[in-house]
């Protein structure tokens, strides 16, 4: 879209190609899938950007709120959250269930994000990081995760800055491609922007509390060598100033 800056996948692949693509293997490093392997090897990092995270949760959500993380994994966050808040989640791959299972002993509800209709009771906070840009229908959840949140009750999501980010950008330009085809470049329906965002929430009846591309704790994430935490440190005001981060996190209210 030329003048909010959301893209999509074209042709869209069906939903069946989805099933197939968040089977059993998605999260699974021994199935010998490169995102498998990457998932196991950025666990510590996952930790180091959801604590912040949850501190910044906490000054907007009372201890023991139900928190639900919808694409849950196999329970990082949860297994954080637990401390704070009555947590629960839902995971589509059965790998991601039974690993939640065995490491944290988190009992995730296994399915798709439609399970979210049949919870029994409200939820004060949904949390998806990294789940919203694989939704067909981003309409259709932001309507169910109004439905199924308490008064007041706080969306939380976190997607890549796809194409926008400064990083992206300076790639484009000097002629190396954002990511070579293949799983990593099929499976986002959708690639979100700022603005993008910004339209799309208050239309479902969403109030945006928070909205950035630029977190302070992300700099030292995977900045594993000098080169990298002193790039990081020179484009984190870029960044910030113009909203080129490299990822967007939003917090909302529901209204």
Known sequence: CPTCGLRQLD??????????VYS????????????????????????????PRLDRLAKLVPPGARLMDIGAGEGDFLSLARDTYSVSGIEFSEHGVRAAKEKYNLDLIH???????????????????????HLLNPSAFLQMAHDNLSSNGILLIEVPNQFNSLVDRIKSAVGRPHISYGLHAIHHPYFYSVESLRRLL???????????????????VGAD???????????????????????????CRKT
């Open 225 to 251: 060598n000098l080169s990298k935490a002193l790039a990081r440190q020179l484009i984190y005001p870029i960044e910030k100033i113009f909203e080129l981060g490299q990822v967007i996190e939003v917090i």
């Open 24 to 51: 059993n293997s998605y999260f699974s490093a021994s199935s010998g899938n490169a995102i498998g392997a990457m998932y196991d090897q950025h666990r510590e990092q996952r930790f180091a950007m959801y604590r």
């Open 11 to 20: 042709p869209m692949l069906s939903e069946d190609d989805y099933v197939a």
């Open 111 to 133: 399915g798709g994000t439609d399970k979210l209709s049949s919870v029994s009771e409200q939820l004060d906070v949904i949390h998806l990081h990294h789940v919203f840009e």
């Open 202 to 220: 208050p239309k479902h009846g969403f109030q945006i509390l928070h909205l950035t591309t630029s977190l302070p704790d992300r700099r030292k």
